[in-house]
C-alpha cells in the first residue's frame, strides 16, 4: 500500500466537517503533456474497484421473459420490458429521469437497435449507452461486476472527477481503491506517469488533498 495515497486520503476525511448525508469520496485528475483533441489520448476505461463503491450503482436492465426474471433474481434495480421501452421513447422527460438516476445500463442484444433509436440521443450524451447481453449469457454475474465498476473517462478534457469510495469506509480500503485507478492510468496514458499533472482526493463537501 502506498502511505502517501493513504496519508492524503486520512487527511481529506479527518478535515472534512460531518455532513447530515452519505458522502462519496472523489478524485480530480488533472492530465498534462497530452493532445486531447485526439480521440487516442482520451481516457475511456473501466475499472472494477478492489474493494467497491461505498454504495452500489444502481443497474437498469432491458430485458424480457426468462431474463428479465433472472435479473430480478439478481438484485437489478430496475427492469424494463419492450413495452416500457417504447412508452419511454415517447416521455422523453421520464427517459430523462431515468438516464440520470441509474448508473448503468445492460440490455439483451435484440433490444439495442430500438434503445439506439428511441433512446440513443439521451443515454448517448450521459455516455450510458447500454452494455450487450448475448443470447443464453448468465445476466447474474455481470450485474454484480457492474456494482463496483467505475468508469475513467475524460472526454476531451484534462481534468475529470470519478467516486472511489463512500467517506465510512475504511481508509486502506479507499487508499487501495484509489491507487488502482491511478495504476490504470498510468497504463493507459499515452506516455504513462509524465501525463498525470495532479490527483486530488476530497469528500463531497469537503476540502481537497494532493495525493500526487
Known sequence: MNKT?????????????????????????NLHNIDMSLPANRVDE???????????????VFASGETALLAQRAEADLVISPDELNELGDDKKRARKIADEYTYFIAETSFMPTIGKKLGPILGKR????????????????????RNL??????????????VGSRDMD?????ENVEAITTKLEQTLKDG????????????????????
Open 193 to 212: 506517469k509524465q501525463n498525470l499533472k495532479s490527483v486530488y482526493v476530497k469528500t463531497t463537501m469537503g476540502p481537497a488533498v494532493k495525493v500526487i
Open 5 to 29: 495515497i493513504e496519508n492524503a486520503v486520512r487527511k481529506a476525511i479527518s478535515e472534512a466537517p460531518e455532513r447530515g448525508f452519505k458522502e462519496s469520496v472523489d478524485l480530480a485528475i
Open 46 to 60: 473501466e475499472i472494477i474497484l478492489p474493494h467497491g463503491r461505498g454504495r452500489s450503482a444502481k443497474i437498469a
Open 150 to 163: 467505475v468508469k475513467l473517462r475524460s472526454r476531451d478534457r484534462l481534468t475529470f472527477h470519478l467516486a
Open 171 to 175: 481508509v486502506q480500503e479507499i487508499a
Open 127 to 146: 455516455g450510458k449507452m447500454p452494455l450487450p447481453l448475448p443470447p443464453n449469457v448468465d445476466i447474474a454475474p455481470i450485474i454484480k461486476r457492474q
